[in-house]
């Protein structure tokens, strides 16, 4: 019989694993570069991991892990102070709290989105992917794409603003069902 | 505050700036004015980067092979698909409801963007640190046996200074650091003179050289051929005879015959020369039968690798099934994003599945096998392996970059009570398991196993700790490498333990983590004998067995 501690271990990995992706884009909205945004889930995850004990089994966990991430990047905000992207704190807390009533739609987009990828051309997709991947920039994809660096740029502009059409687009079809 | 349509279009191309960095100061005051002031443009912010972050989550998906998404709570009729992958069904434990078949056309032009990403094994020039005596760089190897003479058998990826190389079997390619590519098929004896010149005593050698080394040199018994931009291919024969091919450009031979004449000849593209043992010259026919090049090499070294990667897919099929194997991480078949590590044994599989923190899946032992990357302060994986074990056999494949000053962890638990163990690399690149006993901490250590030249190379780690026969065992790369006596009788256990990560908690006062990779760990709760972790690293081995089993082996 696995002991109660197994339990929640096991517990704390499937919330883990549902969550994370989430949890990952809602820190983003509040720090906006990506590598940042990466290092602060980093530190949540850290401290979900320590404090699972206070978690209460049945409660929402994503609002838990949600207020932690929260006061993760209110305390890294000194950290970022010379990031040129960082908003103030009246900025972040009302994006935090917008966010909180989007969930849902935001899933929906999430999933919308694969679809859109689809419908873009292979030349297109593939910049965009790779600009996305883990460790890659606007120089990888260029290269990956056999454009310069400016035409680049010029072309995730465009893709991003495509892929956003195609995806509100979507979900107002499926609305519409 | 609505929005006006020239303020959707200004917020795009804001939101744009914003993810790439690029925002003036003006500007970034700007959209936080209308974030702050429109409910409208926050909705339209968190979409837009909501969509970024998607978007890594697709690129990181589509990077790691996979095809299939998780996702639950979407009714797409007619898209959704059941699972019957089996790791997939693990997954499934936790997951709420479907998979929804994510893939692209697989003949649309994407299947090549992942293949861009299915490299074969090989190392790149430009990536391996090379001193100013360095010369060239072995970059591929198929088959090779190297000629019992030489006590010379550099590995895939070792930078070369001068030096001689003599294979009775198999394929080599070197990348001279002035730019040429030359391949060598056993049986072959060549020297590297300089970084772009050469001597071949016998065998056959394939060369390709660009503009930039033009003048690439190889010194034949009757001559020299110096290079005048192109591809050619050469054969000696042990009587000392040549044979010249050119396929593409001009090459200049220069030799002298037994009559002290000298022998000049310019050769070009599509014609061959064949040089004697007196060293006298005559045109040939071109060779029907295609000399080796690059294509073939890269092609052989696949095949080799998909065969080795198929092996040890068995192995790991039977090391799942093995009723003795109490964890096993595989690290294979697993997305990317995906922040759990799976078990693969035992009755209660999901219980150890470990949490992954901050660490990234990268690419292990061949293209497509899945590893974890620690590198970061706070990378780990977390896992509570609370059984407590008289006997047990701790193995891995691990990649160390850089030796920490004290500890590269590989599993450490992070209490301090009895039993509670650590498996580590420490600072002198010795193997040691420390076990709590009471408050006394048993340390049993190998010899020194990763030196200077291992580091950075896939090696297979094994530890025996055996109660019955009261002997800690540890293993590098299949061979035995020392025996120690244990102290006490106390079982080991790795509760609350993390893999490549030292936590504070432990016997020490800070965290460390290991620099490096790990792509397959398993525990056995038995002592497992010498000839089964010979198997183990035959079959797990992602180089040439006679490379890395030269006379330096610990």
């Excluded at chain 2, 693969?344 to 974890?372: D, F, M, T, V, Y």
């Excluded at chain 2, 706070?378 to 850089?402: A, G, M, Q, Y």
């Amino acid at each position: 019989m696995p002991s109660s501690s197994d339990n929640r271990s096991a517990e704390l990995v499937q919330l883990m694993m549902k969550y994370q992706r989430r949890l990952f884009a809602y820190i983003h909205t509040l720090v906006p570069s990506r590598s940042d945004a990466d290092d602060i889930l980093q530190e949540t995850s850290l401290t979900i991991c320590e404090k699972f004990q206070d978690f209460q089994t049945g409660t929402n966990f994503y609002s838990w892990a949600c207020q932690i991430a929260y006061w993760k990047v209110r305390a890294a905000r000194k950290k970022f102070a010379m990031s040129k992207v960082v908003f103030n704190q009246e900025v972040m807390d009302v994006i935090s709290q917008t966010h909180g009533n989007m969930e849902e739609e935001l899933d929906q987009r999430h999933y919308a989105l694969s679809r859109c990828l689809k419908k873009l051309n292979e030349r297109d997709r593939r910049m965009v992917l790779t600009r996305y991947e883990s460790g890659k920039n606007v120089t990888a994809a260029a290269h990956a794409c056999g454009r310069t660096v400016q035409g680049a740029y010029k072309a995730l502009n465009r893709i991003r603003k495509v892929l956003f059409d195609c995806v509100t687009f979507e979900l107002s079809t499926e609305q519409a069902k | 505050m609505k929005l006006s349509d020239n303020e959707i279009i200004e917020l795009h191309d804001l939101f744009d700036g914003l993810v790439e960095n690029n925002l003036s100061i003006k500007e970034k005051e700007r959209l936080q004015y209308l974030l702050e002031n429109s409910e409208e443009a926050r909705h339209f912010y968190i979409r837009f980067i909501e969509m970024s972050a998607s978007l890594k989550y697709y690129a990181d998906e589509l990077l790691a092979g996979d095809e299939e998404h998780q996702v639950s709570k979407f009714p797409i009729a007619g898209k959704v698909v059941g699972f019957a992958s089996p790791i997939l069904a693990a997954a499934a434990i936790f997951a709420v409801g479907f998979y929804i078949f994510f893939s692209f056309d697989s003949e649309t032009p994407l299947a090549d963007y992942t293949a861009l990403s299915d490299n074969e094994i090989v190392f790149e020039p430009e990536k391996v640190i090379t001193t100013d005596d360095t010369v060239a760089v072995l970059t591929k190897s198929v088959g090779v046996e190297w000629s019992k003479d030489t006590g010379f058998r550099p590995q895939l990826g070792t930078t070369l200074e001068l030096s001689r190389l003599q294979i009775t079997k198999g394929l080599v390619q070197l990348e001279f650091l002035q730019g040429s590519t030359v391949i060598l098929e056993g049986p072959v004896d060549f020297q590297i003179l300089n970084s772009n010149e050469g001597k071949l005593s016998t065998g056959k050698l394939r060369a390709t050289v660009p503009q930039v080394a033009r003048g690439f040199t190889v010194n034949l018994p009757k001559g020299r051929l110096i290079d005048l931009g192109t591809e050619f291919g050469l054969n000696v024969h042990l009587g000392g005879s040549t044979e010249i091919f050119v396929y593409k450009g001009n090459v200049l031979y220069r030799g002298q015959n037994d009559s002290d004449e000298e022998v000049t000849r310019e050769i070009s593209g599509g014609e061959a020369l064949f040089v004697d043992p007196l060293g006298y010259a005559n045109w040939v026919e071109m060779p029907s039968e295609p000399f080796l090049g690059t294509a073939d090499l890269a092609y052989r070294s696949k095949e080799e690798s998909q065969v080795r990667h198929a092996a040890w897919l068995e192995l790991s099929k039977e090391l799942s099934q093995n009723a003795n194997t109490s964890l096993y991480y595989s690290f294979d078949n697993q997305s990317s994003w995906t922040r759990v590590l799976q078990n693969q044994a035992g009755p209660q599989k999901s219980h150890l599945n470990g949490a992954i923190i901050g660490c990234k899946w990268s690419e292990g032992r061949w293209p497509g096998k899945g590893a974890l990357s620690f590198e970061r302060q706070n990378d780990r994986v977390r896992l509570n392996f609370h059984e407590k074990l008289p006997t047990v056999t701790l193995c891995s494949w691990i990649k160390i970059d850089k030796l920490q000053d004290n500890i590269s962890p590989i599993l450490c638990s992070n209490n301090a009570t009895s039993g509670s163990a650590s498996w580590y690399v420490n600072g002198k690149g010795q193997v040691v398991l420390e076990v709590f006993r009471g408050s006394i901490k048993d340390t049993y250590q190998s010899a020194v196993a990763f030196r200077k030249e291992r580091l950075g190379k896939w090696m297979h780690v094994v530890t025996t700790y055996d109660l019955g026969s009261k002997r800690v065992s540890h293993f590098v790369n299949g061979r035995p490498f020392s025996h120690e006596q244990i102290k006490g009788s106390t079982p080991i256990s790795f509760a609350n333990s993390q893999l490549g990560h030292f936590g504070k908690n432990s016997s020490l006062s800070k965290d460390i983590v290991l620099h490096g990779s790990v792509d397959e760990f398993v525990v056995l709760n038995t002592a497992s004998p010498e000839s089964d972790i010979r198997r183990m690293y035959e079959i797990g081995c992602p180089y040439e067995m006679a490379n890395s089993l030269g006379p330096k082996l610990p």
